[in-house]
T-cell receptor
Framework: RKEVEQDPGPFNVPEGATVAFNCTYS??????FFWYRQDCRKEPKLLMS???SGNEDGRFTAQLNRASQYISLLIRDSKLSDSATYLC??????????FGQGTTLQVKP | GAVVSQHPSRVICKSGTSVKIECRSL??????MFWYRQFPKKSLMLMAT?????????EQGVEKDKFLINHASLTLSTLTVTSAHPEDSSFYIC???????????FGQGTRLTVV
């Protein structure tokens, strides 16, 4: 079983749509959780951290359920510029990051 | 945010040669750096953890004699792909962390093509 699992997609949605990505992780001792965004042939960039209380940044909402070892990302009012691969990332306290496979989002006009 | 610089961004080399990739933290001291590789349409896979002044810790399945890592200072880690073969062609990315720091900043990545 992979340490971090995501549905690879691709998710093809029209502009303005709401889309949700899910992620599960296997190590219950994991401490920090993130969503990264990676554009084609570029390095990953931090989109947002994920907290148990949930957090929102504009059109993006992230949730963490520690009991179920489940992380989600919701994107509202999708823009063309949101097209990218979204990586679910989990870490302990050493800075070592474990990446999910990534979920590809394609927003179409 | 913190800046990590990786060089070169792209390299093409002949089979059997060695390639060195540098990763520098420009505005902070990175006690730990990480090296990842990414195949097309796949996720980043951690290769090794590089600790300043000590030997790198390699992930299972990664050949330490083939992927030499040196972290001689708090701002520089290098990855040398020795005797490169076409199957080593990949996207290599470094990231850096300070002690106790949980957010990673990534270098721009190096696209290695072995012909």
């Amino acid at each position: 079983r992979k340490e971090v699992e995501q549905d690879p997609g691709p998710f093809n949605v029209p502009e303005g749509a709401t889309v949700a990505f899910n992620c599960t992780y296997s190590n219950s001792a994991s401490q920090s959780f993130f969503w990264y965004r990676q554009d084609c042939r570029k390095e990953p960039k931090l989109l947002m951290s994920v907290y148990s209380s949930g957090n929102e940044d504009g059109r993006f909402t992230a949730q963490l359920n520690r009991a179920s070892q489940y992380i989600s990302l919701l994107i509202r009012d999708s823009k063309l510029s949101d097209s990218a691969t979204y990586l679910c990332v989990v870490s302990g306290n050493t800075g070592k990051l474990i990446f999910g496979q990534g979920t590809t989002l394609q927003v179409k006009p | 945010g913190a800046v990590v610089s990786q060089h070169p961004s792209r390299v093409i080399c002949k089979s059997g040669t060695s390639v060195k990739i540098e990763c520098r933290s420009l505005d902070f001291q990175a006690t730990t750096m990480f090296w990842y590789r990414q195949f097309p349409k796949k996720s980043l896979m951690l290769m090794a953890t590089s600790n300043e002044g000590s030997k790198a810790t390699y992930e299972q399945g990664v050949e330490k004699d083939k992927f030499l890592i040196n972290h001689a200072s708090l701002t520089l880690s290098t990855l040398t792909v020795t005797s490169a073969h076409p199957e080593d062609s990949s996207f290599y990315i470094c990231s850096a962390a300070t002690q106790g720091y949980v957010e990673a900043f990534f270098g721009q990545g190096t696209r290695l093509t072995v012909v």
